[in-house]
């Protein structure tokens, strides 16, 4: 079930990032703080990737993703790598490391996680930045079209379907 929402929101992305022109894709917007919907992607992208290749190392670290600006750039190389995320997202669960450094401590944060539950994060962490996504596509492409619950959380669609069938 993990896999089958984490390919769905990746499938989503894709079909919106092939949506936009290099320019929308890659052009600031003053109600992302000047962020880009590149950035976004790109972000929501080297989470993926860490994850992956947290399965030949055993410790994961999101802090120490490249943070590639090519991916923010250039939708076709961000199509590429949601591609290829998407051909290696669906493997067996195993043990990992989780690393965490914080500013203000003196030291690393190690934890125990799994595979399986950093893909629930990483749902969790794509889904709040798709909805920030939407904001800017809604800015610069009013037009595009996206699918109704992307940037929405699912427990988020359950409250509001079931508020509305209690309006009725």
């Known amino acids: 079930m993990l896999i089958k929402k984490t390919t769905q929101i990746l499938n989503e992305l894709k079909e919106m990032v092939e949506g936009l022109s290099p320019e929308d894709y890659a052009t600031p917007v003053v109600m992302l ?38 991916i923010e750039k250039n939708p076709a190389v961000a199509v590429s790598v949601l591609t290829r995320i998407l051909e290696q997202i669906d493997v067996e669960n195993m043990d990992i490391t989780l690393q965490q450094q914080y500013l203000d401590t003196s030291g690393q944060v190690e934890l125990p996680t799994n595979y399986f539950r950093e893909i629930m994060y990483n749902i969790e962490h794509a889904v709040h930045h798709q909805a920030l996504i939407r904001i800017g596509v809604q800015a610069l492409r009013p037009e595009l079209p996206l699918p109704r619950a992307f940037g929405v959380a699912d427990s988020t669609i359950q409250y509001r379907n079931e508020m509305y069938s209690n309006a009725n």
Do not use: M, P, W
Not at 39 to 60: A, D, M
């Open 33 to 70: 703080s000047n962020a880009s919907i590149g950035q976004h992607v790109r972000h929501i992208l080297e989470f993926f990737e860490c994850l992956l290749q947290s399965r030949s190392t055993g410790v994961l670290n999101y802090d120490l993703r490249k943070r590639d600006v090519h």
